[in-house]
């Protein structure tokens, strides 16, 4: 049992009873020790101002005129709000805030409950370090709006830069599932324009308005075997599958990382490990596989390694 079920639990107590209650019944009762009792009840006087008497007789619940006690309505421990304000941090160091308005609010509240427990939260995120590295310094102003049409179901309408053709393009969607990928905030949604599922990165969005008309939901069978089948953000189903033998130097890193739920790793005699995965664009792919050097070789199939020899001999070219 945790603190705040033991405060609730001696609140029952307290308040079910007209006359006081002596220490050693609250002990029996509680089935803790009587310094837990007695360190309980400090806490709920000094931190929550709880209306707990004390006499010869014991202890009894005493509100004063006109109070109304009640419990913080979020019950979290010490660690929990630890581990939200690493949480905050890390979103911090995402190099845009979203829903900063509402984090504010929040980082203020927890901090004021960690200097209850005489703890310095000022001091401790001091001592977080979020690194991100080629992070896009994007902000996203209709992240709010986004979140509200997700939950409430409702579609969006939107001005989209398509930046693979620097064309702008006003785009009528059904939101499925907001996505942090590499740092960087995505919208899964149903296209009215398109009749297809298609992803959306949220800085390239202007101009969103939610609509009255509610979504088209899409089932997440479908949606796990659109987005989840091919390597990348911008997936769809499979056209291939990708082969890559990384050096046996790279191997070491490699065999700890998940490139796609699906990859299959074959282990070489020379120490060297053969990486498949399955792809639809080579884009992506071929930018991650190509940041290893001459580490990581593109074995099949042909046109995806012929891919990689075009955009190594460009590369070479621009050097010259």
Not at 47 to 76: C, I, N
Not at 139 to 146: V, Y
Not at 287 to 292: F, G, I, K, N, S
Request: overall charge neutral.
């Amino acid at each position: 049992m945790d603190k705040w079920e033991r405060f609730r639990q001696l609140q029952k107590i307290l308040e079910a009873r007209r006359h006081p209650v002596p220490l050693k019944t609250l002990s029996e009762l509680m089935e803790c020790d009587p310094s837990t009792i007695k360190r309980l009840i400090k806490d709920m006087r000094e931190k929550h101002d709880a209306p707990v008497a004390s006499s010869k007789a014991g202890y009894a619940w005493r509100p004063r005129p006109g109070q109304v006690f009640e419990l913080p309505g979020t019950w979290l421990g010490q660690e929990e709000l630890l581990a939200l304000m690493v949480l905050d941090q890390a979103l911090s160091g995402m190099g845009s805030r979203v829903m900063e308005k509402e984090f504010a609010a929040l980082r203020k509240k927890v901090r004021e409950l960690l200097q209850k427990d005489a703890v310095d939260g000022e001091d401790f995120i001091k001592r977080l370090r979020v690194v991100s590295s080629r992070q896009r310094q994007a902000e996203f102003p209709f992240f709010t709006q986004i979140v509200i049409a997700l939950q409430q179901r409702l579609q969006l309408r939107f001005q989209y830069l398509t930046r693979s053709r620097n064309v702008q393009e006003v785009r009528t969607v059904s939101p499925q599932r907001l996505v942090l990928y590499r740092d960087n905030w995505y919208l899964d949604a149903w296209c009215h324009d398109r009749k297809a599922l298609r992803t959306f990165a949220l800085d390239a969005i202007s101009a969103c308005d939610p609509l009255p008309e509610s979504c088209q939901d899409i089932d997440d069978k479908t949606l796990d075997a659109h987005y989840g089948g091919s390597y990348g953000i911008f997936s769809g189903e499979p056209t291939g599958i990708a082969e890559v033998r990384f050096s046996s130097d790279a191997a070491r890193w490699v065999r700890s990382e998940s490139w796609h739920p699906e990859q299959q790793m074959v282990e070489q005699e020379d120490g060297s490990l053969l990486l498949r995965i399955p792809y639809s664009q080579s884009t992506e792919l071929l930018r991650d596989v190509l940041a290893w050097g001459k580490d990581a070789v593109i074995v099949g199939p042909p046109s995806l390694r012929q891919e990689a020899v075009n955009i190594l001999k460009q590369t070479l070219q621009a050097y010259e």
